[in-house]
Structure formats: C-alpha cells, structure tokens
C-alpha cells in the first residue's frame, strides 16, 4: 500500500480524498494556488504544497509544477479528483513517466473514451446500444440531412469533443439542419478547438441513468448499481439519486453488464461512470463514458455500503477487487443535493464571498460532503460547489424526509446559496412521485414558487430584528451568550454594548 | 426603544424594553410576549408566547452599510430587513435617497468584461449597463431606475470588489 498520496484538486473531493486516506494510514500532500492558502483541503491535509496563481492553468491544471510537487514531497500516486486533471490523458502519461501512479484509468484508455465517436466505433463493435445515428463526424449537409431523414427528426447534433452542452443543437425539423450545423461546428471549434461533429435521433424527455463500474488490474470488472441524474440545469446535475426509481432489478442487470462491456472493451481500470439516456419505454442507450470519480459517488457508496475512495487506492495499488459481482447488493435509498455558491434569485449567478455563519446539519441518515467552513472566503476563480448534503433512508420516501428535514436545518450565511431550490425540489409533487425527465427542473423554474411562508413570519421578523438591534448583536463582536455563565460581567457589557448601539443609532 | 422595522418593504412599530433578562415587546400597539436568548453571535433562540423559532440574522456582501444587506432568516424563511430610530435624522434622510442619483455596485468580486453603455446614455429601469465576469459566469449588472448614466467608474477588464460602484444612474 501506498504511504503516501497527492491529491490534485481542492474543494470538498479533496477534503473528502483526504479522509479517505487518512483513515487507511496514508499521509496526504495537498496543492493550493494564491487563492486557497485557507482553504479547508489544505488545513486537512499533512503537507501542504503552493502551486502558482490562482487561474486553474497556472496551478491545479498545471502538470509539470503537480509533478513536481509530487516528486519534492515523495508520493508515491496522485488521486485527481474531478474535474481539473482527472480526465486528462497527458496528465495520467506524464505520471507514468514520473514513476508516480494515477489513481484512475490508463492514457489509453481515457484516449480511447475521450472523443465520443471514437468510443463510439469500439462500442459498436461491443455490441453496445445506441441512440440511432452515425458513429463519426459529418462530412456535409448533404450527409446530415441524409442521416437525419433516416432516423427521424427530431435529431441532435453534437461536437465529438464535447461536454457541459457545447456544441449542441436540438433541430426539430429539416429546415433548420443546416443553420444549426453551422452553429454547432463553429461552437465545436471555438470551445474545444475541433469541429466535427455527429448526429443523433433526439429522445424526448429522456432520463439521464448512469452505471458506476469498478475495475481492478486483474480483469475483474464490476458495476455497483445505477444513479438518477435526470435532474439538470443546463447540462449541469444538480440533485442525484441511487437507485433509480424506474430501475428494477432486471434492468439493472441488463444496464451493469452492458457498461461492463463498454469498460472491458476500453481494457479500463480503476473507478468509471456509464451514461445512459433512458426513454420513455425504459429502453436505455449509451451515451458517454466519464473516466473518474464522480462528484455524486457519495449516492451509491450509501445503497452499497463500500467506500469507493478506499477502493480507488486498493485498486491501483494492485490489489485484487476485494469482492464479486454477487457480493454487490443494494440497500436502501440515498439522495444528493449539490450546495452551490450561487444566488436562486438572480438566475443562479455565482456568489462568492465570506461565510459568516455555518450551521450543519446532522443526525440520522444525513452524510455531508464539504469543502467550506465558517468565516472562509469562497474564491471568484472556481466551479461554485460548496458542498453536498446527502440523506439516506430505507426507503425513497425516508431519504426524501431526512433530506428535507436536514436542509430546515442547514444555514450557509453571508453568501447565497442555492438550499432554496432543493426544499422547492424536495416537495414538488411530481418529484415526490418520481416523474422525472431531463426537462424536469426547467419546468419546475418556470412555474411560480407558490411554497407557503408562514404569514406571522414577517412579524416574528421584526422582532427579531429589534432584539438583535437592542442586544447590539447583529453582526457585532460577541455579546452575551446563553451558555456563558460568567454573570454579571457579562451583563454589563452587554448593557454598555446596547447603549453604545444606540447612541451610532441616533 | 422604539424601533421603525422595516421586514421586505413593509414597515412596523416596535417597542422593545429590557430589565433584569425579561422584555417587554409591543409591535404595532400590540403586546406581545417575547422571550430571547442569543445562542451565538447571529443566531436567536426566540420564544413568542410558546412557539419557539431559530432565528438567523446575516449581512450579505461587504458593505455593511449598503441598504438592503441585512437578512433575518425565520426558520427557511429569509427577510430583508432595516431597524431605525424614529427620532435620529438619519433615518429620515435615508428614507429619502430612493429619489435622485443611484450607485450600480459590484455584487460580487469579479472582473468588468463588458461595459454596455456610455456616460451620458439613456437607460430604462432593468436595462444592461455592465458585464461582470466571476467563476466562469457573466452577471449582467442591470439600472435600477430609468434616468441616464451620470458616471462610468468601470472599464473593460478591470477586476472589482464587491460592493465596488461601478457606474451612477441619474
């Protein structure tokens, strides 16, 4: 086993990679740029390295100074997270060559899974399903509307290097193919410097169901169940469930052994996720491969009872998967939400800034994910995640309702956040009912928020607001605390601090 | 103490005394019985009557004097409050400054990427004056009022603070 690991990302993965090896004996390396000197992941961690600016290409996407890093501190491999490096096959290279290991898949395949036509060809040949459509980039219009003609519309161009919903057009009818195909070549080149771009029949209100696979260096090849991500804004998942509602036991069997087959047909190893989109009539097609550690993995680690971090470690240590594919069971229900730094009413726009007040949540069935702590300053210059508020239950209906019950509880202040949303989530009707689609959360934003506030409320306010005012309490220093006993001193001072509050009043 | 609160736009009387740890609270005339212990700096444990409420209080931004900025959180529920008093000129004068020139301050540290208008130009209330540009997203900085751009302190690329005042609105 390793004694020593590099994790390169910040953030809660890192915190969470962190813990992770800590309580298997491994000493952890943390890398931070200009911005995250306070950042809880370097508190965490044992040695603690600074990388350069805080712009992700001078230091958390920088692979020579992460290298470096790695060689000054001793590491023996690097865990990367998500996002950042962590599907960079230069990046996996240049850790071989270093004599460091990755913690995730080979170069090769990454390179393999990287361009989505290129997968594409093996998978065929793997006898894997696929959304009706041509399996390499287009050549004319000619051919796209040739294509599209055959399959039907509406159809869905797509960028083969894409991601995130670049490069993407929906086109409803023949009309608008070849304006689209210009815009999505163009969007195609300026976001990932390459044009080419395939077609796909579009399936409407489709389910996004993804597949976690785990794969040792001794061929043997597992899944671990499925995970919801129907929920999205744009593009972007935003609430994760395990196991699916519309998954029954047969299908998921169907849907594990073909993303063991995509992961086979790749020689893949180590943690890896297997995008489905599922239609109407429950049949599912592969859509992508993501060659990492999912930020939603805590949903599954729940309804599984294994710790994949652990076994991300174990894995590439060289150790034999420490169990067979009858060992996986599925038990129970668990839920994700993803805590963002961004304001509800301002179209979600990102909001940094100081927290001035953390209240967690706690209690039976609640695991939260962090990578925040009171009084830090969350940068401008990364992905707003702040954190992940996962319930569990027995069932969905108890996930649901300790998940609810946590959030009444959960208070980030001094930033927005968007904890607001998911209490609107949470008791939606149609999501307490599981109708959800990948269309589901614009719907639900574009109704009115009719969540009832309690009329007294608004009054219970006021006061508030003046008691805060007469203790002088309200954002300033420390006053006088319930559990401190010290008497009269503090009265006092209390006394003095109220007058001096009223007297800046005047 | 006599309190003018103002909870989301709508205006109450208070009247708060304390003696000896117990208060005495009328709002609008109307007695009511409050119970209060403060369990943190920001955090209220409040008692009307027997029903019990968590009370969180928060200044949004770094501005504190910024109008607006201060929440006061019932239960999920959050309320945009003010607390003056009555009798100091202050509050009278602040009242008053809905009228006349208004500030467009940065809402969040970022960088100005786009600059939408002139000094000089006319703009209708909700109109686009400024892009600012943090975690990767753009934030359209919209004019409060109808009126014209009196001063554009923001240039394109500029990095800002928030709360940074960006341009004026005649």
Same mark, same amino acid.
């Given at each position: 086993?390793?004694?020593?690991?590099?994790?390169?990302?910040?953030?809660?993965?890192?915190?969470?990679?962190?813990?992770?090896?800590?309580?298997?004996?491994?000493?952890?390396?943390?890398?931070?740029?200009?911005?995250?000197?306070?950042?809880?992941?370097?508190?965490?961690?044992?040695?603690?390295?600074?990388?350069?600016?805080?712009?992700?290409?001078?230091?958390?996407?920088?692979?020579?100074?992460?290298?470096?890093?790695?060689?000054?501190?001793?590491?023996?491999?690097?865990?990367?997270?998500?996002?950042?490096?962590?599907?960079?096959?230069?990046?996996?290279?240049?850790?071989?060559?270093?004599?460091?290991?990755?913690?995730?898949?080979?170069?090769?395949?990454?390179?393999?899974?990287?361009?989505?036509?290129?997968?594409?060809?093996?998978?065929?040949?793997?006898?894997?399903?696929?959304?009706?459509?041509?399996?390499?980039?287009?050549?004319?219009?000619?051919?796209?509307?040739?294509?599209?003609?055959?399959?039907?519309?509406?159809?869905?161009?797509?960028?083969?290097?894409?991601?995130?919903?670049?490069?993407?057009?929906?086109?409803?009818?023949?009309?608008?193919?070849?304006?689209?195909?210009?815009?999505?070549?163009?969007?195609?080149?300026?976001?990932?410097?390459?044009?080419?771009?395939?077609?796909?029949?579009?399936?409407?209100?489709?389910?996004?169901?993804?597949?976690?696979?785990?794969?040792?260096?001794?061929?043997?090849?597992?899944?671990?169940?499925?995970?919801?991500?129907?929920?999205?804004?744009?593009?972007?998942?935003?609430?994760?469930?395990?196991?699916?509602?519309?998954?029954?036991?047969?299908?998921?069997?169907?849907?594990?052994?073909?993303?063991?087959?995509?992961?086979?047909?790749?020689?893949?190893?180590?943690?890896?996720?297997?995008?489905?989109?599922?239609?109407?009539?429950?049949?599912?097609?592969?859509?992508?491969?993501?060659?990492?550690?999912?930020?939603?993995?805590?949903?599954?680690?729940?309804?599984?009872?294994?710790?994949?971090?652990?076994?991300?470690?174990?894995?590439?240590?060289?150790?034999?998967?420490?169990?067979?594919?009858?060992?996986?069971?599925?038990?129970?229900?668990?839920?994700?939400?993803?805590?963002?730094?961004?304001?509800?009413?301002?179209?979600?726009?990102?909001?940094?800034?100081?927290?001035?007040?953390?209240?967690?949540?706690?209690?039976?069935?609640?695991?939260?994910?962090?990578?925040?702590?009171?009084?830090?300053?969350?940068?401008?210059?990364?992905?707003?995640?702040?954190?992940?508020?996962?319930?569990?239950?027995?069932?969905?209906?108890?996930?649901?309702?300790?998940?609810?019950?946590?959030?009444?509880?959960?208070?980030?202040?001094?930033?927005?956040?968007?904890?607001?949303?998911?209490?609107?989530?949470?008791?939606?009707?149609?999501?307490?009912?599981?109708?959800?689609?990948?269309?589901?959360?614009?719907?639900?934003?574009?109704?009115?928020?009719?969540?009832?506030?309690?009329?007294?409320?608004?009054?219970?306010?006021?006061?508030?607001?003046?008691?805060?005012?007469?203790?002088?309490?309200?954002?300033?220093?420390?006053?006088?605390?319930?559990?401190?006993?010290?008497?009269?001193?503090?009265?006092?001072?209390?006394?003095?601090?109220?007058?001096?509050?009223?007297?800046?009043?005047? | 103490?006599?309190?003018?609160?103002?909870?989301?736009?709508?205006?109450?009387?208070?009247?708060?005394?304390?003696?000896?740890?117990?208060?005495?609270?009328?709002?609008?005339?109307?007695?009511?019985?409050?119970?209060?212990?403060?369990?943190?700096?920001?955090?209220?444990?409040?008692?009307?009557?027997?029903?019990?409420?968590?009370?969180?209080?928060?200044?949004?931004?770094?501005?504190?004097?910024?109008?607006?900025?201060?929440?006061?959180?019932?239960?999920?529920?959050?309320?945009?409050?003010?607390?003056?008093?009555?009798?100091?000129?202050?509050?009278?004068?602040?009242?008053?400054?809905?009228?006349? &020139?208004? *500030?467009? $301050?940065?809402?969040?540290?970022?960088?100005?990427?786009? @600059?939408? =208008?002139?000094? +000089? #130009?006319?703009?209708?209330?909700?109109?686009?004056?400024?892009?600012?540009?943090?975690?990767?997203?753009?934030?359209?900085?919209?004019? &409060?009022? *109808?009126? $014209?751009?009196?001063?554009?302190?923001?240039?394109?690329? @500029?990095? =800002?603070?928030? +709360? #940074?005042?960006?341009?004026?609105?005649?």
């Amino acid at each position: 086993m390793f004694k020593k690991i590099l994790v390169a990302n910040r953030g809660e993965i890192a915190v969470r990679v962190i813990r992770a090896c800590h309580e298997m004996g491994i000493a952890t390396v943390a890398v931070y740029s200009d911005v995250d000197r306070a950042a809880l992941h370097v508190r965490k961690a044992d040695e603690a390295y600074p990388i350069g600016a805080a712009a992700a290409v001078e230091s958390y996407l920088n692979i020579g100074k992460i290298i470096d890093v790695a060689r000054r501190s001793g590491a023996e491999a690097i865990h990367p997270g998500y996002g950042f490096l962590s599907e960079n096959a230069r990046f996996a290279q240049a850790c071989v060559d270093a004599g460091v290991k990755f913690i995730g898949p080979t170069a090769a395949a990454m390179n393999a899974m990287g361009s989505k036509t290129r997968a594409r060809q093996a998978m065929e040949r793997a006898g894997v399903p696929f959304v009706p459509g041509t399996s390499r980039g287009l050549d004319s219009i000619e051919e796209a509307a040739e294509v599209a003609a055959r399959i039907g519309y509406p159809v869905m161009l797509k960028a083969a290097a894409g991601g995130g919903g670049k490069g993407m057009r929906l086109v409803h009818g023949p009309d608008q193919l070849k304006s689209s195909l210009e815009e999505a070549r163009s969007e195609a080149e300026r976001s990932f410097g390459d044009s080419e771009v395939y077609i796909e029949k579009a399936i409407v209100n489709p389910r996004h169901i993804e597949m976690q696979i785990l794969a040792d260096e001794h061929g043997n090849t597992l899944y671990l169940g499925e995970r919801e991500c129907s929920l999205q804004r744009r593009h972007q998942k935003v609430l994760e469930e395990a196991p699916s509602p519309v998954v029954d036991s047969e299908m998921r069997r169907r849907m594990g052994e073909v993303a063991v087959r995509v992961a086979r047909a790749a020689n893949y190893t180590n943690a890896g996720t297997v995008e489905f989109l599922v239609d109407e009539q429950k049949n599912f097609y592969f859509l992508e491969m993501n060659t990492r550690l999912q930020v939603e993995h805590p949903v599954t680690e729940l309804v599984t009872d294994l710790d994949l971090v652990h076994l991300q470690i174990r894995i590439a240590a060289g150790e034999k998967l420490p169990l067979t594919q009858e060992d996986v069971s599925i038990r129970g229900h668990a839920m994700e939400c993803r805590i963002y730094a961004e304001d509800p009413e301002n179209n979600y726009f990102p909001s940094p800034g100081k927290i001035t007040l953390l209240l967690a949540s706690s209690g039976p069935g609640i695991r939260e994910d962090s990578g925040m702590y009171e009084g830090w300053t969350v940068p401008m210059d990364y992905d707003p995640l702040l954190a992940k508020l996962i319930g569990y239950g027995s069932d969905r209906e108890q996930a649901i309702a300790r998940l609810t019950r946590a959030l009444g509880e959960y208070f980030v202040g001094g930033i927005k956040t968007n904890i607001s949303l998911f209490r609107r989530i949470l008791s939606d009707p149609d999501f307490r009912d599981a109708k959800l689609d990948t269309g589901f959360l614009d719907r639900m934003l574009q109704r009115k928020d009719d969540q009832r506030v309690d009329p007294q409320a608004a009054q219970v306010a006021a006061i508030a607001a003046g008691v805060f005012a007469a203790l002088g309490a309200s954002g300033a220093a420390a006053v006088e605390f319930a559990n401190d006993k010290s008497g009269e001193k503090t009265v006092r001072a209390s006394n003095w601090k109220s007058t001096s509050r009223r007297e800046a009043l005047r | 103490m006599l309190y003018d609160v103002t909870i989301d736009g709508k205006n109450y009387r208070l009247e708060l005394e304390r003696a000896e740890g117990r208060w005495s609270c009328r709002l609008d005339g109307h007695e009511v019985e409050v119970d209060a212990v403060l369990a943190r700096q920001d955090v209220l444990s409040l008692r009307i009557g027997n029903r019990a409420y968590e009370i969180k209080s928060e200044h949004i931004g770094e501005v504190k004097d910024n109008k607006n900025d201060w929440h006061v959180w019932v239960g999920s529920a959050r309320f945009a409050c003010d607390v003056r008093d009555p009798r100091a000129l202050r509050s009278r004068a602040r009242a008053a400054d809905d009228h006349g &020139p208004r *500030k467009l $301050t940065a809402p969040m540290p970022g960088k100005v990427v786009r @600059v939408l =208008v002139q000094e +000089g #130009d006319a703009v209708e209330a909700g109109a686009g004056v400024l892009v600012v540009e943090a975690m990767k997203m753009q934030n359209e900085i919209k004019s &409060p009022k *109808k009126g $014209t751009i009196q001063k554009m302190l923001a240039a394109e690329g @500029v990095a =800002v603070n928030a +709360g #940074d005042v960006l341009a004026i609105v005649e």
